[in-house]
Antibody, heavy 122, light 106 residues
Framework: QVQLQESGPGLVKPSETLSLTCTVSGDSISRNYWTWIRQPAGKGLEWIGRIYGSGSANYNPSLRSRLTMSVDTSKNQFSLNLSSVTAADTAVYYC????????????????WGQGTLVTVSS | DIQMTQSPSTLSASVGDRVTITCRASQSIGRWLAWYQQKPGKAPKVLMYKATSLESGVPSRFSGSGSETEFTLTISSLQPDDFATYYCQQYNNYPTFGPGTTVDMK
């Protein structure tokens, strides 16, 4: 069974960098696409971006200038760095695995972590 | 961006009702559409993919239809566990989600 677990600071100051890590069990990080999604309180879902095990990434155009994703195959983890954060970045952040069917370039999301709340505040 | 809309935003229903949620895309996405169910404080769970395919383990009372720009999710007989918020997501281009439809108790 594939399981994902987000970790990282729950509070980040404005203008600083938000850093989160997702630890994967039950699957190899070297395969499949690994995705970050966020959800502000009471609002809908926003796709942040994804990274393949090789390190190739695709980002949401609206966040691209502030976003970096990476993978650590030795730890079976992938990470998110979002720079210059503001209150608008306050949200529950989810990591997820894209579907493994080789039918389309982008994926729907088969497995999700439980989510972690990140608050941007001084 | 491909914009996704959903209707209604809220739907009040009773156990046993047939429930239909509509999702529309701002441009053609073929059949690259997924539906998710989310309960308060929980991660979304995928129900349908490629518009009409039922994810493994999901009850058969859920079904999907549509293509190109208009899609529906139908629950044939609403069960107590189905009161939740439902999101559509297109993955023809970089993924975008609909705003959600909340199914609550009438």
């Amino acid at each position: 069974q594939v399981q994902l677990q987000e970790s990282g600071p729950g509070l980040v100051k404005p203008s600083e960098t938000l850093s989160l890590t997702c630890t994967v069990s039950g699957d190899s990080i070297s395969r499949n696409y690994w995705t970050w999604i966020r959800q502000p309180a009471g609002k809908g879902l926003e796709w942040i971006g994804r990274i393949y095990g090789s390190g190739s990434a695709n980002y949401n155009p609206s966040l691209r200038s502030r976003l970096t994703m990476s993978v650590d195959t030795s730890k079976n983890q992938f990470s998110l760095n979002l720079s210059s954060v503001t209150a608008a970045d306050t949200a529950v952040y989810y990591c997820a695995r894209g579907d493994s069917r080789a039918e389309t370039y982008y994926k729907y999301l088969e497995y999700w972590g439980q989510g972690t709340l990140v608050t941007v505040s001084s | 961006d491909i914009q996704m809309t959903q209707s209604p935003s809220t739907l009040s229903a009773s156990v046993g009702d047939r429930v239909t949620i509509t999702c529309r895309a701002s441009q053609s996405i073929g059949r690259w559409l997924a539906w998710y169910q989310q309960k308060p404080g929980k991660a979304p769970k995928v129900l349908m993919y490629k518009a009409t395919s039922l994810e493994s383990g999901v009850p058969s009372r859920f079904s999907g239809s549509g293509s190109e720009t208009e899609f529906t999710l139908t629950i044939s007989s609403l069960q107590p566990d189905d009161f939740a918020t439902y999101y559509c997501q297109q993955y023809n281009n970089y993924p975008t989600f609909g705003p959600g439809t909340t199914v609550d108790m009438k």
